[in-house]
Nanobody, 119 residues
């Protein structure tokens, strides 16, 4: 059973910082990429940041404020969040993606960690 363990969520005031961490455990092969998604109340889950083969991509709303980093040897990924805004309030989910030989994608998800930014 593959599990993604998240940590680092919490409550901060606007302008503050948090660092989220995610560690993958269990039997998994050839992780194509890892990333972070978030879902705010009444909103769809959205991509925050992903990293794959050294390439990173960010949602426009977090560029310049968030930094994603991955340690492939540890199967872990972190998200440093600076200059947090109230609109960053959401449940953040860690994601790991795997592609099979026929191109089928399978996603593994963490349980989610709450980030609350007050203003």
């Amino acid at each position: 059973q593959v599990q993604l363990a998240e940590s680092g969520g919490g409550s901060v005031q606007a302008g503050g910082s948090l660092r989220l961490s995610c560690v993958v455990s269990g039997r998994i092969f050839s992780i194509a990429g890892m990333g972070w998604y978030r879902q705010a109340p009444g909103k769809q889950r959205e991509l925050v940041a992903i990293t794959s083969r050294g390439v990173t991509n960010y949602a426009d709303s977090v560029k310049g404020r968030f930094t994603i980093s991955r340690d492939s040897a540890k199967n872990s990924v972190d998200l440093q969040m600076n200059t947090l805004k109230s609109e960053d309030t959401a449940v953040y989910y860690c994601n790991a993606a795997h592609y099979s030989g026929d191109g089928t994608r399978r996603d593994y998800w963490g349980q989610g960690t709450q980030v609350t930014v007050s203003s």
